[in-house]
């Protein structure tokens, strides 16, 4: 019975247990169902999150963007203002500069005018025949003296004035005033004045004061102009003579300057023309003498050098006759117009002086800004490709070379690139003269013709001729000999044949016997070349010999003709080579039929 009842009891507490676990489990669901709800507003807030940062991540970009914006604007507002500021400054400037022209160098303009027709031949006319009178022209070249007393043409052209007035002292005053304020361009302002007005002696003493004011190594590009005039006739015979007294004497000062300098540095004296005569000279082509060049050996690069040497003269020659077709001298065209000398007088009259020119310099620069709107880089590139080369100054010598060997470069007419080779020309004579002489050395009596261990030695006087019969025979001797002993020297090699048919002996009797497969094939190959080679050292002697004579046989006749066509082109070599020293004197003979003044 009370077992019964335990059982119930516990029966009951098992009951209550499992009630109080389904309970338990429904306040766990319930408690689930809630954290689930939760979980999905935690999600909706995890999108609205993600939207509201992409919004934000749009926004950011957004004002990235104009930021961006803003410091482009900012920039380009800064460079714009930047390039108004210069700009602004340079018509400022400019505006400036621009009175400061006018009020200074005004009056110049008017200087230059009177100037410009006080030397005009239909101005000298008018006066003689006294259509203009001459007290009018006084009292302008004296308004203009009292105007621009440090303008060096106001002068000039009170003396011209007092020319045409016959008043000696007041015009050797006002010439004395202008050569104090400028003396190389009023000594040719009175020469080409002269000059155009028919008195040519005068015209020849102011020209020679002029050249003797001239720095050699610093002449302006208005020296190309006279240059021009002078060799044109335009100036008279005797101012003609004067310049090539100078430029002579020039040249000379020039060659012992350039001699002094050698020694100072211990070197023996040159001359500097004769490198500008080297490149004239001819060069031996890749295809040229290539016989001979394989039979000199190592005498080649002397005996070439010296070759190309003497083809110098030979060389200038022809391009002189090139460049002065009508020889040193040209043809005796009757006198120009004048056209040299009216072209002089209007460049030097319209020269800027140093003042004007700064200033004008300035203006220049100014403007170019002004034009690229205030860009300086630009406008500075601008500039420098709009400046000529009036500006640069060049030494004597460089204009000597530039118009005889680069005439372009020059910009002078025939006439004064003849004047130029005749100022030149002693000096060429003893480049080309030198370079003969230098050729001369290099030129030895004999050479030595090598081929394959085989020499012989030929003279180089074209004059003494070589028989080639007997020197082909002996090279040919030569190769027959050594072929026959190449030949003899091909026998039977015992050690090679005893060796052979060992290693096939033990091969075939000691390995064969005990391999197979893929290794009693290789054996036995092996034992098969063996005994091969034996066979051919022993019964291949006579094939070897053969061989030995028949390859003997084509290196003698491949030496034969090498050296036969060697023979034939060492007659040739010398012969332009000795023809081209002589032709020294045809060089000469051309430059020799120049005039002497």
Known sequence: MNDRFEAESALDRLRERVEGIGEGQARYEGKLDGFEEDLHGVRAHVVRLRSELTEVRDDVEGLESAVTDTRQTLDSFIERYSRDREVANAQAELSRLTTEWHTDFAQRKHTRALARGLVHTLTAHAINKGVVNTATVRACTEERML?????????????????????????????????????????????????????????????????????????????????????????????????????????????????????????????????????????????????????????????????????????????????????????????????????????????????????KEKMRRLERIIEHEGDLRAAEEAHELSLGPDGEPVTFMTLLDQAVFEPAAARLGPPARRMALRAIWPSLEVAAARVVADSRNHLPHHITLSIAGWSCTVPTDPQRMVEPGPLVDDLAAYFERRTQRQSEAVVRRWPRVCASLAIGALTGGLVVPFVEGAWLGMFLLVTLVMIGWAAWEIYGVPVRRRHVRQQGDQLRHEAVTKLAKALEQREGFFEEWHASMESLAALTLWGGTRKRN
């Open 147 to 359: 105007l621009e007393p440090t303008y060096w043409l106001a002068p000039a052209a009170m003396a011209v004035a007092a020319q045409f007035r016959d008043e000696e002292e007041r015009g050797e005053s006002a010439r004395a005033h202008a050569l104090m304020l400028d003396a190389a361009k009023t000594n040719l302002f009175f020469s080409l004045t002269h000059s155009r007005l028919g008195d040519e002696t005068q015209a020849a003493g102011w020209m020679d004061l002029y050249l003797q004011s001239l720095d050699p190594d610093e002449l302006g590009q208005d020296f190309f102009v006279v240059l021009d005039a002078i060799a044109s006739k335009e100036l008279g015979e005797e101012a003609l003579g004067y310049t090539q007294l100078t430029m002579e004497r020039w040249n000379q000062n020039s060659h012992r300057a350039s001699i002094g300098l050698y020694a100072a540095d211990g070197m023996a004296g040159g001359d500097q023309w004769q490198a500008r005569l080297q490149s004239l000279s001819w060069r031996i082509s890749k295809g040229q003498y290539t016989a001979l060049h394989k039979v000199c050996g190592e005498q080649w690069d002397v005996l070439k050098d010296g070759w190309e040497l003497a083809t110098v003269p030979e060389g200038t020659l022809a391009y002189l006759r090139r460049t002065f077709p009508d020889g040193p001298n040209g043809v005796d065209w009757p006198v120009s117009a004048g056209h040299h000398v009216e072209s002089a007088l209007e460049r030097l009259i319209n020269q800027l002086e140093p003042d004007e020119a700064d200033i």
